[in-house]
């Protein structure tokens, strides 16, 4: 049996979601494994699904995820859990992430693509984005304050690391771990 076919039997053909029933589709929750199956993936209808992937959320629509936050399937209660947070300007929205409980496992499912969907994106002098491991070219001779040289330009750093500021990554230099300010990097 398809992925879509057990999705049908076990919402009873309609958006896991909603309850709509126009449009159904198999979507595979964030963070995407290789496969999908039943257990990482949801029925939604069609009004959820492009208001998922559009981000432009109709808040009437999603008042009916304080009925499906309390389903069983850890898949539905993850896709609840973020639509809810993106909603929390909203006090009902908010009342309902005060009631609702996850497990441990399904919590660091949940919260794993909603670090990544508010961090503000690491790019370098070209507007590429980085990421953690990339490998970078430094662009400008840079002073290193308190480690007494400069970082020549057209120093390659291998595997960086992202920091908590999105400007700034980091990286080592003649051996020493530095901050480097992003936009004075090339991504090679």
């Known amino acids: 049996m398809s992925v879509e076919q057990t999705l049908r039997e076990r919402s009873g053909e309609q958006c896991e979601l909603c309850t709509g029933k126009d449009g159904l589709t198999a979507y595979q929750v964030p963070p995407e494994s290789a496969v999908a199956s ?4 949801i029925l939604v209808c069609s009004v959820c699904a492009s208001q998922i992937a559009s981000g432009e959320l109709d808040v009437n629509h999603w008042r009916c995820l304080t009925d499906s936050m309390w389903s069983q399937v850890p898949a539905v209660q993850v896709m609840a859990f973020r639509m809810l ?3 929390n300007s909203e006090s009902w929205a ?3 992430l005060d009631m609702l409980y996850l497990d441990d496992d399904t919590r660091k499912w949940a919260e794993t693509s ?3 969907e508010q ?3 690491t790019l370098d002098s070209n507007g590429a984005p980085l990421a953690a491991g990339d490998n970078v070219t430094i662009i400008k001779d840079l002073e290193v304050k308190g480690a007494g040289f400069t970082a020549k330009r057209g120093t390659m750093v291998r ?3 992202l ?3 999105p400007l700034h990554i980091e990286g080592k230099v003649n051996g020493s771990r530095i901050v480097i300010i992003a936009a004075y990097t090339k991504k090679a």
């Open 159 to 161: 595997g960086i690391s």
């Open 119 to 121: 961090r503000e994106p």
């Open 114 to 116: 909603i670090a990544a």
């Open 85 to 87: 947070n993106r909603l």
């Open 163 to 165: 920091s908590d500021n």
């Open 94 to 96: 908010q009342d309902a």
């Open 38 to 41: 039943a257990d990482n993936s």
